[in-house]
Nanobody, 126 residues
Framework: VQLQASGGGLVQAGGSLRLSCAASGRSFDRGVVGWFRQATGKEREFVAA????????AYGDSVKGRFTISRDSAKNTWYLQMNSLKSEDTAVYYC????????????????????WGQGTQVTVSS
């Protein structure tokens, strides 16, 4: 199983980026997909998650209202649309997935995810 994250880059504050995570090797149609990020010198932080069955989503408090997670099941790919970017959004963004269902309250825990992408750098200049 491989997760390939892409779409990172350098953007000015207030701008937008869309990250993609393409999965190969298995389907996550019955599981959970998500995004985490880690800024230099900080711990990994939950960003967003999508529970495939039913489409329930969860967002970190710092990105709520600005970021949107979505999926394309036919492509086994999910996305993170990031709008109104701030300098504090600068980090390496990792996609993650698990093939099975979990309760909503567990979506934010990185321990719940079995598969991880390699990370893509997002840099927001102020």
């Amino acid at each position: 199983v491989q997760l390939q994250a892409s779409g990172g880059g350098l953007v000015q504050a207030g701008g937008s980026l869309r990250l993609s995570c393409a999965a190969s090797g298995r389907s996550f149609d019955r599981g959970v997909v998500g995004w985490f990020r880690q800024a230099t010198g900080k711990e990994r932080e939950f960003v967003a998650a999508l529970r495939m069955g039913g489409g329930a989503t969860a967002y970190g408090d710092s990105v709520k209202g600005r970021f949107t997670i979505s999926r394309d099941s036919a492509k086994n790919t999910w996305y993170l649309q990031m709008n109104s970017l701030k300098s504090e959004d600068t980090a390496v963004y990792y996609c993650a997935a698990r093939p099975s269902h979990i309760i909503l309250s567990a979506l934010r825990s990185s321990d719940q995810y079995e598969y991880w992408g390699q990370g893509t750098q997002v840099t927001v200049s102020s």
